[in-house]
């Protein structure tokens, strides 16, 4: 099969670009050829590395076409332990899903961003480092901040603040977000006090059409430093007190609030709607649970419906599955190929713009900071801003008053082949928001909610799973760790590429060391306290 073929090619990579991550230091060349006569004009030098940069964080940095590699970094990873997707490709069913991890699909996301998107970072902080370049480097940061903390989110301790230095130096995961909101303010500070024109408009592909403005990154800014501080809300209540307060400050120059605000990377093939040509990205069964168990009207937004049809391979259906959305549980390790063919995939086409942020999510993230007293907006408000800005997003606005009104609850998943793979919701939460509920049952509500609105964003889903325990997803079928990842705890990172224990043995136990536990995927990060502390 192609992509077979593919994960091989990526696989070869990847051990390649593991090597080249031993020589961090290296980095900071500019490899870029461009005529001089040329640079001047314009701001033409300072822009070089923008394109690579934007298109790295949901990574599709070379050319139009290259989904294999965004495949290994995230839908075979986040996008899949975070309840949205999963793939019936046989020889994938006992690997990840099952909790045996592949190396090479763990360690994608480190050696693509270091060998791919971080050398073109550090140019641009270097290219704009002068005054007069203030605002590009302003945006350099807070692209590199988007980027990087997926990168930690995977695996904890980072190189960040020395990343391209003669002196490199892995961070613990509390330094490395640390630095985060010290660039974030940087970059902030540096756009709000800046009076020029925008210079960055024609280089822009993350603001939608009619919003690049520095204005707007402003708002993207504030919006990433909400999210960031409810990330450490459990573990460091006041830096996250002190960096929602800063995000939300009516000085600060806003957050994403409108259905139109989405932030994403446009006009770049969006390479989810690739691998889905691939009929590799299907409907996870948590996603069938909660979608169909409300009605959700985004439904056919994010899946289209099961083709059914004749049973494949001879496996008999035990119910018509077709005209349904009919989605695959994870650990379902079975030996026949195609027998989920016909469940429903992703409505995502290369077409589609790929998502950063939305203006939903930073709704609940509003709603949150509410309910932990960090600002005195109304909890009720924001989750109800939240939802009906989705559906707004994704024009099905008629249904708000339905749905956030809805008592609906989760449905049971039943497998359409085979019983054992059957499972009860593990919760009853329902849209309809309830004002007389606990802390803790009113932030289910807000995280479920905002865990629906962020798809197909795996990354982000899944390191909010992972901080609140929200939502409660089915759990896998089948644990094949070897006891290294607990069922009921659930996957909580990747190891680090594996390659370094013989390459680079210093940096690797370095980051074992801040990781402070066992390089595997039943270790919690820093930010992940187990519990949520109001």
């Known amino acids: 099969m192609k992509i077979l073929n593919n994960i091989a090619k990526a696989l070869i990579v990847g051990v390649a670009l593991g090597a080249c991550t031993d020589n961090f ?34 990574y599709q ?15 075979l990873v986040a996008d899949m332990f975070s309840g949205y997707f999963h793939d019936m490709n046989n020889p994938f069913m006992n690997q990840n899903t099952c909790y045996n991890l592949n190396t090479g699909w763990c360690a994608a996301q480190w050696d693509y961003t270091y060998a791919q998107v971080m050398p073109s970072i550090k140019t641009a902080e270097e290219l704009t480092a002068d005054d007069e370049f203030k605002a ?40 490395v977000y640390k630095a985060f909101f010290t660039d974030l303010d940087a970059a902030i500070t540096a756009l709000n006090a800046y009076e020029g024109g925008d210079t960055f408009s024609d280089t822009d592909i993350m603001m939608p059409a009619g919003k690049r403005t520095y204005a707007q990154w402003v708002k993207f800014a504030n919006s990433l430093r909400l999210r960031l501080a409810m990330r450490v809300s459990n573990v460091d209540k006041t830096l996250a007190s002190q960096q929602a307060a800063a995000a939300l400050a009516p000085a600060a120059g806003g ?5 139109d605000e989405t932030v994403g990377e446009y006009g770049v093939a969006n ?5 889905a040509n691939w009929w590799e990205v299907y409907m996870h069964s948590s996603m069938e649970s909660f979608l169909n168990g409300y009605s959700d009207p985004r439904m056919p937004k994010y899946y289209k419906p099961a083709a059914g049809g004749d049973a494949p391979e001879n496996v008999p259906y035990l119910f018509d599955i077709k005209g349904t959305y009919k989605g695959i549980r994870q650990g379902t390790n079975t ?43 109304n909890v009720q408000t924001c989750y109800e801003n939240g939802i009906k800005t989705s559906l707004e997003q994704w024009g099905v606005a008629g249904s708000y008053e ?43 509500q807000i995280i479920t ?41 659930m996957i909580r990172r990747v190891p680090f590429p594996q390659g370094y224990k013989e390459t680079n043995p210093t940096l690797y136990n370095q980051l074992v060391q801040q990781l402070s536990g066992s390089d595997n995927g039943g270790t919690r990060l820093w930010w992940d306290a187990g519990a949520n502390k109001f």
């Not at 692209?143 to 980072?158: F, L, Q």
């Not at 390479?271 to 691998?275: R, T």
């Not at 995502?348 to 007293?373: D, H, K, N, Q, S």
């Not at 390191?463 to 644990?479: D, F, K, M, S, W």
């Open 335 to 377: 030996t026949s190929d195609q027998r989920y063919k016909m469940h429903s995939w992703t409505s995502v086409t290369p077409e589609t713009p790929i998502i950063l942020m939305t203006a939903a999510e930073v709704w609940f993230l509003r709603a949150e900071a509410a309910l932990r007293g960090f600002s005195s907006e």
């Open 136 to 175: 590009f480097n302003a945006v350099a940061k807070i692209i590199k901040v988007a980027t990087m903390h997926r990168v930690s989110d995977y695996y904890g301790p980072i190189i960040y603040s020395s990343f391209g230095s003669a002196n490199v130096q892995s961070q613990t995961q509390e330094e």
């Open 449 to 489: 909610q905002k865990w629906l609105a962020i798809y197909p964003e795996g990354c982000e889903a899944w390191a909010e799973q992972r901080r609140t325990g929200y939502p409660q997803l089915l759990y896998v079928a089948i644990n094949l760790s070897g006891g290294a990842i607990d069922t009921e705890t």
């Open 271 to 275: 390479p989810l709607g690739g691998v």
């Open 25 to 58: 230091e290296n980095y900071n060349e500019n490899k870029n050829s461009f005529p001089e006569e040329l640079q001047s004009i314009d701001f033409q030098k300072q822009k070089i590395p923008f394109k690579v940069i934007q298109r790295g964080i949901i």
């Open 61 to 75: 940095t070379n050319v139009d076409g290259t989904n294999w590699q965004y495949q290994i970094m995230q839908n």
């Open 255 to 259: 957050l994403l609030e409108g259905a």
């Open 402 to 444: 339905a749905y956030v009104n809805s008592e609906a609850q989760p449905r049971e998943y039943k497998d359409a082949f085979d019983v054992k793979f059957n499972s009860e919701p593990r919760t009853k939460v329902a849209p309809k928001f309830n004002p007389a509920g606990t802390q803790e049952q009113q932030l289910e």
